[in-house]
């Protein structure tokens, strides 16, 4: 059955001009040489030490290319994107504000005066719509959904300036080109990936009672081993530390948040896994 939601939290910003994908190429994390028109990558735009300061899909257009981000911070990001123009040939503003952001997946929703691209992260997410007439279908749930299949989103599950990409699984679902030239904040993940580094980790998880809030403390042991992210009921997302909670699973303690006794899983599209103490 296809379930279409609107996504009111995101916004479109517009790049165009003859510079438009070099400028965004030597920016972004993820690699838009050869992306055809009507396709979609998932990347951001990090700071100079390597957090994510913006995540966001990247969809070329016919003359120019389009960029679904967080609504909140889309001033912040066209902001960002003018102080690094220079004097490259591009155009930088909002995109059509008739246009809104919808996600539809069970199936493809009937579409009009609009486009569709299937989300890269994972096929299971369905396709993100662009259209100025919403699309029709039974309404669904979209967090819900994401949230089932262990997707973190920004502002919803970390925060911007504070994550890394490895953290936010971006290694993971295609939003990080390790084979493309530079980009900002190349240099930390780079060696994040090279050193295998990344001790903390987005996992799932799961309580016989509604899980507590985002940022709520996660205990291993009676040591901190991480924080909540955003919850659907008795399933959610959480950023912990992999080593420590691996440590305590395989002493036979378990995971709680706050006070509430939780288990945790890698989402079943990561290639990631528990360290060796958690016996995985």
């Avoid at 993820?30 to 995540?55: H, T, V, Y």
């Avoid at 246009?99 to 009009?112: E, Q």
């Avoid at 390790?178 to 780079?190: D, I, L």
């Amino acid at each position: 059955m296809t379930l279409v939601a609107s996504l009111a939290n995101r916004a479109l910003v517009r790049v165009g001009g003859p510079d438009a994908e070099p400028f965004l190429q030597g920016l972004v994390t993820c690699d838009i040489e050869g992306l055809a028109i009507g396709q979609a990558r998932f990347g951001a735009l990090l700071s100079p030490q390597g957090k994510i300061l913006f995540d966001f899909f990247v969809i070329r257009g016919q003359d120019s290319f389009l960029l679904d981000a967080a609504a909140t911070l889309r001033d912040d990001l066209l902001r960002r994107l003018m102080l690094y123009k220079l004097r490259a040939k591009v155009e930088i503003g909002p995109f059509d504000p008739r246009t809104s952001v919808h996600a539809c997946w069970g199936g493809m929703a009937p579409l009009v005066d609009g486009i569709a691209v299937v989300d890269p992260r994972l096929p299971e997410l369905g396709h993100r719509l662009y259209c100025r007439r919403a699309p029709q279908g039974k309404r669904g749930d979209y967090q819900t959904h994401r949230i089932g299949l262990g997707m973190p989103e920004g502002g919803a599950d970390f925060a911007y300036g504070n994550t890394f990409p490895h953290e936010a699984l971006m290694d993971q679902n295609g939003g990080i080109s390790f084979a493309k030239g530079c980009f900002v904040g190349q240099e930390v993940v780079s060696r994040i990936q090279h050193r295998g580094t990344a001790r903390s980790r987005f996992v799932q998880v799961s309580a016989k009672v509604t899980l507590p809030p985002p940022s709520t403390t996660i205990l291993a042991a009676a040591k901190s081993c991480g924080e909540m992210g955003s919850s659907a009921g008795k399933v959610g997302l959480a950023l912990i530390r992999l080593d420590r909670a691996a440590e305590a699973i395989a002493a036979g303690n378990g995971l709680t948040a706050g006070s509430t006794a939780i288990e945790a899983k890698i989402p079943k599209w990561a290639k990631f896994q528990w360290p060796a103490a958690a016996g995985a």
